[in-house]
DNA sequence: GTCTATATCAAGATAGAC
DNA sequence: GTCTATCTTGATATAGAC
C-alpha cells in the first residue's frame, strides 16, 4: 500500500516534471503571485519562452503543480491512517488535512481558490485519489462527509486570511465544530 | 431597530460614496478581475486618474466596497431575523448569511478572499456589525459559532468554485453539516 | 474635479533562428 | 530544447495644466 513517487503517476515528460517540481518550490517559497513564467524559466536557468516547449501555457504549468500536491496530500492522509489505526478515521483524515494545508499555505491555496481543470486527465484522477480517503472513513454518510470537507476547508481558509477574531484560538474552533460532527457521524464511522 | 442607509454609516465624501456604488455595481456585473481602476472610472464616464482625488489608491476603493457590503450583509440577516422570530436563530442567521453570498458572489470572494484592513475604521466597524448576529444567535458558546461560520464559509467557498460533486446537491451537505451544529448548540440557542 | 500625458512595470505568449 | 526579440495587453499611479 505505499504509494509510488506521485511522479510516476502523472503524464508528462520527464523535462516537464522537473520544471513541475521547480514552480512548486517557487510557489512554496515565494508565494502565488511570484508564480510567474519568468520566475519559474529563471529559477531553473532558462528564458520563460523555453517553457512553452513543455507546457501548452501558463495554466497547464499549474494544473500539473495541483495534481501532484493532490497526490501528495492523498499519501500525507494515507500515512496518517496508516500510524493511527485505533482514532475514528474521520478524526485522522480531518486532522491530517488541516496539518497538510498549513504546511503547504499556497500550495493549498492554489488547488482551493482556482476552479480546477477536470478534462486534465492527471488533475481528475488526483482530485478521485484524494477524495478517496474522504469516502472511506465516512462509509455510506457521504453528504456529511463532505460537509466535514467543508468545515475543514472553512477554518482554514479563514485562518489563512486572518479572519478569525485574534482573542481566540483557531485549534478551539476547529476542535468545537469537528466534535459536533463527529458526533453525529456516530459509532458508524468509528472505525475503518 | 431598521437600520440606516449604508451611506450614513460610513465615512466618505458624497462623490468618493458615488464611485464606491459604481465600483461594486461592476464588481457584482462583470465579476472581480473587472474591478480595474480604468474600467471604475469608465463606468462614470470620466478618467482613472481623476480617481486618485478621491481615493488614495485601489486598495481604499475596495475597502469602501467591502464595509459597506458589510453593513449590507448584517441589514440582509437582521431582516430575516425579524421575520422569523420563531425559528431557532441560528438556523436564520446560517441561511441569512449563505443566501446573501449566493445572491453576490463577487462581493462574497472579494470580502473573503483579502484579507480585511483592520486599519481602515469602516471597515472595522463593519466587520464588527456583521459579526455582531453571529454572537448574538450563539450566546456564549462563541467558539461553536465561529465554527458555523467555518462552515457555511466552506460550502458556499467550494460551492462558488465548483469543486462539489457534480451528482450531489449541494443543499443536502449544507443541511446535513447544519443540522450535526445545530444538535450541538442545542436548547441554549433554541430562541432568543 | 477632471483632464492629458506619461512613467513604470509586469504579465502571457509567439516567431523564427540556432 | 533553448535562444533572442518582440507583440500585446493591461495594470497602478503621478505630474502638472485647466
Redo the contacts between chains.
Sequence with gaps: MTALPSGARVSLTPRAQQIAVEARALLEERGREALSMRNIAARIGIRAASLYEHFADKRAVENAIVAAGLYEQGDFIAARLEANPDEPPMRVVAEAYRDFALDHQALYALT?????DRDAPDVAAAERYA?GFLRRAVGD????G??????????I??EM?????PN?DPR???E??L???L??LGAEGANA
Tied chains: 1, 2.
Design positions: 482551493m481558490s482556482r476552479g480546477l477524495a454518510r457521504w453528504e456529511l463532505l460537509a466535514f470537507w467543508a468545515f475543514a476547508h472553512g477554518v481558509d479563514l486570511h486572518d479572519r478569525l477574531p481566540r478551539d474552533v476547529w468545537e465544530g466534535a459536533a460532527l458526533k453525529d
